[in-house]
């Protein structure tokens, strides 16, 4: 419907939403006031259930046909214990659907309520007619398999569970799963986001955000503390979510059990009794007195009353979206509102837990952080290593470093690995990662069509913001009771939890926004300019915020120390220049034999733009200069995506292109000079260090040789104009043996700082230090988390 349609029934109820969203908002500061200085917290319930058998409660309204169709199949599930109970709950039913009950299922016990109280006021009186400790609630729709009761009744094995959910299929097996059990939720844009994910990884018991009312088991005493279903929410859709967030806040925990199955005939009762927007409808409701009851944190509720006028306006300007909330939701919930008070007044006597906390444990990462338990032997780490980009075959620095880091964790640790690729094919290269890892795991990036106007984030950071990346961390997290999260590069920082036990160690290949100062020093349009100018100033934000959350912060040489903390000087003891950047020494070897006269070598992958740069101003500035002093003078360049050979001026018989090839070892060994003409960027080359233990004499810019050496001639001969880059070339023609003391320099810098075996010695080490202080940090703090 459009605009000018829906003007005459919303136009009043525009006119009216700054009342609307006003009136609630101080309604409930004023009634937080009043709670903090007059209400009362309760103790929750302490003791486990008895979990020798159920009580199985099914909601009924007019569902004769359901029952016929699907109750045998829960009759049959629980015959073989005596102590199991069937109840239906008949909500006033006119299809006679407890005669049929009690006259084809007599072993089944009947509830007839005189009116419709609803999903879940009915829910609520079978709760209270149950006789057993643990009650299971089944959709009247609802098939379930012969083996489904124990694997939910096994899932209560402490005193804080209090529920555990089904996993869910569809009776038409081609059809898209909506719905599963496994239930996640974050909030995001003022107001909670849910979805069910099918994740076939998962063969036991996992955290979800709530039960699914129609398919989980409930610890019957929390059940009932809690409240049961809020009549709020009536009459359907959302209960259950409101009901696991409350037992989130109250400390308790809610699995999801995947050898629990059941399969549902979707909306076969609620769907055939009321029209798609009447249910759409209640669920928008329903989000906004979710909120207005469980979000007791003032910015969150803040945010989501500015939001929810925003949203509704535009939803008046531009139509209704689900995603989204509207005028017609924000004025039904509004006459709810005297409801809702009550609600949130009981809701916070109830929540032990702030929302922030109960928003995270129902993700593997922080509920493995909170609730799982030390390692017996503190030096068996689980590391968990994250990578953005791939790493087989290493066609670049950071590859070689990731690549170098990996295989020697691998042979000394639990290393499990995710690993975000940019096609599908790449999953084989990786096979050897696979191999030598305790798990290995792959995203296949999808592409990006995130519009970043005015975002604050940084650019390299949004298109890396994927909440299947998010889930699959989480996951490993839980499942491998990982120790460490190793995150590489400033874009995976977004993935460090504020976690008690877990580390987070960063490795910083690049100080982000230093590289993109250096890179706005070159020349280039006014836009470009401006474009990088803003990314700069997003990276600086971005990330002088995001390094004081980590345990252990790595960097690839003292300047790269030196530089952050000269923003940052509190992470002095966190950040350490020794552990990472590196390479696999034993894998080279100085070549004694002759070179191939007058040949530059120079390596590097063609996506990093520092390489674009440097090769642009090398073959622009330094090879005509060389060239023309010494005619055959050729430079090789190897490297991943190299560019169109019309692209460089030089003549063709002074350039060969070669691309990627599987081994840099020859070239090495076969050129006379390696250059490294980098401009621009921040970390330490690693083709330098590459150069260095194979022996062949390399020219390099002061930048280029960062972190390694700044002296002329100490590992490497130094120069930043092109005419002086272009004298050092030719002396190395000319007089190569000159260089062979400054090239065993190199090699022994490199053998003894620089070995990747050594490095991983002391990064394990560092692990186990930051892990058993964190230790020790959690275990003298106070056990209630304040609130």
Same mark, same amino acid.
């Given at each position: ?40 917290? /309760? ?66 016990? *009947? ?24 009650? =299971? ?21 402490? &005193? ?16 898209? /799963? ?27 018991? %996992? ?107 535009? #939803? ?27 609600? /949130? ?54 590859? =070689? ?76 997290? %839980?499942? %491998?009771?990982?120790? *460490? ?39 280039? #349009? ?8 803003? &990314? ?29 903390? #000269? ?18 020494? #034993? ?34 500035? =330094?090879?005509?200069? *060389? =060239? ?29 292109? /070669? ?93 003894? &700082? ?10 394990? &080490? ?22």
């Amino acid at each position: 419907m459009g605009t000018l349609a829906r003007l005459p029934t919303e136009l009043p109820l525009l006119l009216l939403s700054p009342l609307l969203v006003s009136l609630p908002l101080v309604s409930f500061f004023l009634e937080d006031l009043l709670f903090a200085l007059f209400g009362r917290r /309760r103790q929750p319930a302490g003791s486990a259930p008895a979990s020798q058998g159920a009580s199985v409660v099914i909601p009924n309204w007019n569902g004769r046909d359901l029952l016929e169709k699907y109750l045998p199949s829960i009759v049959t599930a629980l015959a073989s214990n005596p102590t199991n109970e069937i109840i239906v709950v008949d909500n006033g039913s006119t299809d006679g659907s407890a005669d049929f009950v009690r006259a084809k299922f007599p072993a089944v016990k *009947v509830l007839a309520l005189p009116e419709n109280l609803g999903f879940g006021g009915g829910s609520n009186a079978g709760f209270r007619a149950a006789q057993n400790d643990i009650v =299971v609630l089944v959709n009247s729709d609802m098939r379930v398999a012969p083996d489904f009761l124990q694997p939910l009744l096994d899932g209560f094995h402490d &005193e804080h569970v209090f529920a555990v959910s089904s996993q869910i299929f569809f009776s038409d097996p081609d059809r898209l /799963r909506e719905e599963t059990g496994l239930t996640q939720a974050w909030w995001a844009n003022g107001r909670l986001r849910v979805r069910h994910r099918v994740d076939d990884q998962l063969g036991g018991l %996992y955290p979800c955000f709530y039960p699914g009312g129609g398919s989980s088991a409930f610890d019957r005493r929390k059940f009932l503390e809690l409240g049961g279903f809020d009549r709020l929410l009536k009459p359907f859709y959302l209960e259950d979510t409101d009901l696991g967030y409350m037992a989130w806040k109250r400390g308790w925990k809610v699995y999801y059990q995947p050898r629990s199955m059941v399969w549902h005939e979707h909306r076969g009762t609620i769907g055939r009794k009321f029209s798609e927007g009447h249910i759409q409808a209640v669920i928008q409701k329903n989000f906004l007195l979710f909120a207005w009851k469980n979000i007791h944190e003032w910015p969150r509720l803040a945010g989501h009353f500015f939001r929810t006028w925003a949203d509704a306006f535009f #939803s008046y300007c531009a139509g209704p979206s689900a995603e989204r909330a509207n005028l017609t939701s924000l004025g039904r919930a509004f006459l709810q509102l005297p409801q809702a008070i009550t609600s /949130r007044w009981r809701a916070r006597g109830l929540a032990r837990i702030p929302d922030t906390e109960a928003l995270r444990r129902p993700l593997g990462g922080y509920f493995h952080d909170r609730f799982g338990r030390p390692r017996s032997d503190p030096r068996d780490l689980s590391v968990l290593f994250l990578s953005p980009y791939p790493i087989c075959p290493p066609i670049h620095g950071g590859g =070689v470093f990731m690549y170098a880091t990996t295989k020697a964790l691998a042979s000394r640790c639990q290393l499990h690995l995710v690993a975000v690729l940019d096609e599908q094919w790449q999953i084989d290269q990786h096979e050897e990662l696979t191999r030598l890892c305790a798990s290995a795991q792959f995203l296949v990036r999808p592409d990006s069509d995130e519009f970043g106007f005015g975002a604050i984030l940084p650019h390299a950071v949004r298109e890396f913001a994927n909440h299947d990346l998010e889930w699959m961390i989480h996951r490993a997290i %839980y499942l %491998y009771k990982v120790d *460490v999260l190793q995150l590489e590069y400033t874009n995976m920082a977004q993935y460090a939890g504020d976690y008690r036990r877990i580390v987070n160690a960063l490795f910083e290949h690049d100080i982000y926004f230093q590289a993109i100062g250096r890179a706005l020093r070159r020349p280039g #349009s006014w836009f470009s300019k401006a474009v990088a100018t803003i &990314e700069y100033l997003r990276a600086l934000r971005y990330e002088l915020r995001v390094l004081p959350r980590m345990d252990q912060v790595q960097v690839c040489s003292r300047e790269n120390r030196n530089y952050l903390l #000269s923003f940052l000087p509190q992470l002095g003891d966190r950040m350490d220049e020794t552990l990472r950047a590196g390479i696999d020494t #034993s894998l080279y070897r100085i070549e004694t034999g002759p070179r191939d006269p007058c040949t530059m070598l120079f390596l590097g992958s063609f996506r990093h733009l520092p390489n674009q740069q440097a090769l642009d101003w090398f073959a622009r500035f =330094v090879l005509p200069r *060389v =060239v023309e002093r010494c005619p055959q003078a050729r430079l090789v360049i190897i490297g991943s995506d190299p560019p169109p050979r019309h692209s460089l001026p030089a003549a063709e018989q002074n350039v060969d292109i /070669r691309g990627f090839v599987e081994d840099i070892r020859e070239p090495f060994a076969r050129c006379a000079v390696f250059v490294c003409p980098i401009l621009s960027g921040s970390g330490v080359r690693v083709k330098l260090l590459e150069a260095f233990c194979c022996g062949i004499p390399v020219v390099s810019t002061s930048l280029g040789a960062e972190g390694l050496s700044q002296v002329d001639g100490e590992l490497c001969l130094i120069a930043d104009d092109p005419e002086e880059f272009a004298d050092r070339i030719l002396e190395l023609f000319s007089n190569p043996s000159a260089a062979q003391e400054m090239v065993q320099r190199a090699r022994r810098y490199v053998t003894l &700082e620089r070995d990747i075996a050594r490095m991983t010695e002391k990064l394990l &080490e560092s692990y186990r230090k930051a892990v058993a202080d964190k230790h020790g940090s959690v275990t003298s703090r106070p056990a209630a988390v304040p609130f």
